[in-house]
């Protein structure tokens, strides 16, 4: 991939965040990842979507260093470099603080698979963070965000379940491409939503069992998916 | 009705489904049946609904066997032959991920006929099926999901409840029609979201009475109908 | 007041309730009086609202008797008669099932005056009638509507409060012109759906103060009103 | 600044607060303030917002004393006048019926610090005033609604929390500039809708941690802000 194709993507993903009502303000940043060139594109810090241009996304090295100074990176890349690094299998990271998935992450509690609606994109719950502790909210507070992440996934795939909940924060959702990061975090934010409505209805509501979950799953993902064309 | 015919209603259906708001991403389906004619048509399967053209419906017999391989049919196509099958009178059958429709049918609850707005269009409650068993959800999936629907109206009329909510899953609903289906599907949502609304404002709210639900009911639908010109 | 503008009133009102999505499908009806002609106008019954011309309105006696049958009127009729007979002095009448007012009606809750945004139009709580009984829901049914209506305002001044939620139903709003009425099923729709809000944040909220009630209702009604230019 | 300057600031910070939901009918008013000059900008009462003009913005003293008399100022001046005189540093004021904001208003509660969103712009609860008591809603009700934000904030620095909600009526926000305070004003209403769905949901859920608060505050704002370009 060229640097363009890759700054253009990236540019696009933020984008569509705001075009799928994911971001309001300036609460979110998408990025993506050149492996084999070694680079990472990410949203410059606190710049207006309508104004973004693939010129203004700042590329930087695997480990986070910029490659020139010209605008200054998302203040949440040091979470998008340690996600990088732990799921080998993604090329893109989302963050929003969409409605829905952000009010889990408020409540400390996971998105249950309540139905067929959640188990088609993600196998089983998406989980959330532990809370960060003083000492990780200094320095290292960005990275801090990430590892409690990854620690969420040890016993977890990042693959089927493409998303995490930063417990009083919000979501940050992955997927190979910058452009299915953001479907999925649109998909996150729907099943979130219906997730709340669920349990303010029927609060003791359980999850689907797992072989509907897998059923649905697995219909669309994998080596024996069926669906489409 | 000819070919074309057929396969342009459905087109159309499907392209309202998205139009009214009840489904997202490519969460939905829409069939229509030519009985006399011996043929389904509907959906192919995971195509984006922007694109869709009447040319990619697919044409089954009514047991559901393609006519051609040019297309996969949806891969709900063999609930939808269920219901054709059982319901002798209806002309389409539509299937959503509705929002509240579908977060009933995650709660595995019935929705309640609460109000006259319910009461006009759904004679009674509209059911919820039983969960799935194990053995259920293996190669026969799809045609179970039709049969728990059929099971739930072993005492019911399907044209004065023209829909049902697959537990855990979501709404299949259906009428004379595609076009009617469709139309039953976005009231479906609508008396769904008030009922949601009602029952978290006061919890305990129960049905209307029979002679009021009946009353509104009879007035648009029967014999001695008296609504509209 | 010339028949064509009255006429025109009413068409206008009708179309403003679903452009002020206070009005779904075919769930409504507006209508307007002239007591010095001696009539009443209101919408045809079941005619799509996008299609409504003046020419279509319905034209009765001040007992609901047509003055043609080119168009059957709106199937409520006997109700808005009611409403025009019991209460001098208003001169429009509006019915929806708008969401938030019909959850109420459902319910069988009446609105609290749970702010200054409720007290600065409706001086105290919406009631909600009671339930109509089996002799009620039979030929007299729509004439008895009305009646359960005036009765929950024995002790209220309907140009006080213009507005009640009959139980199961919906609310019917009136105001001194149709356009009035219009925006008072607007105001309602917004209080009720804040109430809603409000109730379900803090199950037991109560009412403002009479005096907060009365200070905000008073500076934009009666004759000692100081708001507006 | 010149007299035009601030008659259009305040004319675009009124149209504003429409054009972003937050006001519905004529519930709202915006404010400027130029020290300097000795004079307050304010919207004229009961003037629809898309007909107004900065020719009609009304110019008052600091003590709110209009300068002439050919538009009528908002019915809220007094409360907007408390406020500069009580706020040093603030330089416009914004009061709305925004719904989520004015839900908690009516439910008598604080808005708490669930998350970093409401962090990154609110150091800490947006506090409720007390209720007014009899004596104060009669003249000198629209100062004595000042006085009790005014009160609210003995213990809390107005700049850091830039909102406060008046018991029983709804939000009163403000800024360095008007259009500052509108753009606090939606943030406001984005939080409070975060806060109502976190507490319908998990209705436990206590504020996150003052480190994490402080972490994500301080990050845009005061002296050490590291955000943005």
Redesign the interface.
């Known amino acids: 991939m060229t640097l363009d194709a890759l700054k253009e993507q990236v540019r696009a993903a933020n984008v569509e965040t705001v075009a799928r009502g994911l971001v ?2 300036t ?1 979110g940043n998408a990025s993506g990842i050149d492996r084999e060139a070694g680079r990472i594109a990410i949203k ?4 207006p979507y309508a104004e973004l241009t693939a010129d203004q996304i700042v590329i930087t090295t695997l480990d986070g260093v910029p490659q020139d100074n010209r ?2 990176p998302s ?1 949440d890349l040091a979470t998008h470099v340690v996600l990088y690094r732990a799921f080998g299998g993604i090329g893109g990271v989302v963050h929003t ?1 969409s ?2 998935a ?8 996971e998105i249950p698979c ?4 959640h188990a ?1 994109y993600f196998r089983g719950p998406v989980p959330v963070t532990r ?2 502790r ?1 000492d990780e ?2 320095a290292s ?1 960005v990275e801090a965000t990430g590892e409690v992440i990854v620690e969420a996934f040890r016993d977890r795939d990042p693959a089927e379940v493409p998303a995490a909940l930063v417990q ?3 979501p940050f959702v992955w997927g190979p491409t910058p452009q299915a990061a953001v ?1 999925n975090a ?2 996150l934010e ?1 099943i979130a ?2 997730a ?7 609060p003791g ?1 359980g999850a ?2 797992d ?2 979950r897998d ?1 649905h799953y697995l ?1 669309k993902h994998g080596a024996a998916a ?4």
């Not at 410059?44 to 710049?47: A, D, E, N, T």
């Not at 709340?196 to 029927?202: C, D, K, Q, S, V």
């Not at 069926?226 to 064309?229: E, L, S, V």
């Open positions: 309001i303000s609460f410059p810090s606190g710049v605008f200054k203040s603080h409605t829905y952000t009010i889990f992450a408020q409540a400390g509690r309540l139905g067929t609606t088609d809370a960060l003083p909210t200094g507070y009083g924060h919000g479907q649109y998909l729907e939503r219906m709340y409505l669920t349990l303010t209805l029927a509501t689907i069992t072989h509907l059923r219909r069926t669906y489409g064309q």
